[in-house]
């Protein structure tokens, strides 16, 4: 495992140490499983899971992505089917 230093706000801190207390679980496996868990619901969104193999985009690619992703449904978001382009340059 690694470690990494992590600038917190003071309140974020204090809630955090607050109900690591409260349900005696370390600060650090708490920190861990939040961070877990937020990984875990933004690769489950339709957005990551269509741009996860792209190596890089602009903020207005990914803004104009984002902008069309949300006028569809869960149903439309659906991934049916999966291929790969290649554009060479």
């Known amino acids: 495992m690694k470690a990494i230093s992590l600038r ?4 974020t801190l204090q809630d955090i140490k607050k109900v690591s207390s409260i349900y ?4 650090s496996d708490l920190i861990r499983k939040g961070i ?10 339709v957005y990551y899971r269509l741009t996860a193999d792209i190596e890089e985009t ?14 569809y449904n869960d149903d439309e978001l659906e991934i049916a089917e999966k291929e790969s382009v290649v554009v060479k340059l």
């Open 8 to 11: 917190l706000d003071e309140q």
């Open 24 to 27: 005696n679980i370390p600060t």
């Open 36 to 45: 877990k868990m937020i990984l875990e619901a933004k690769k489950s969104e």
């Open 58 to 71: 602009t903020q207005k690619e990914t803004d104009e992505i984002i902008e069309r992703l949300n006028k």
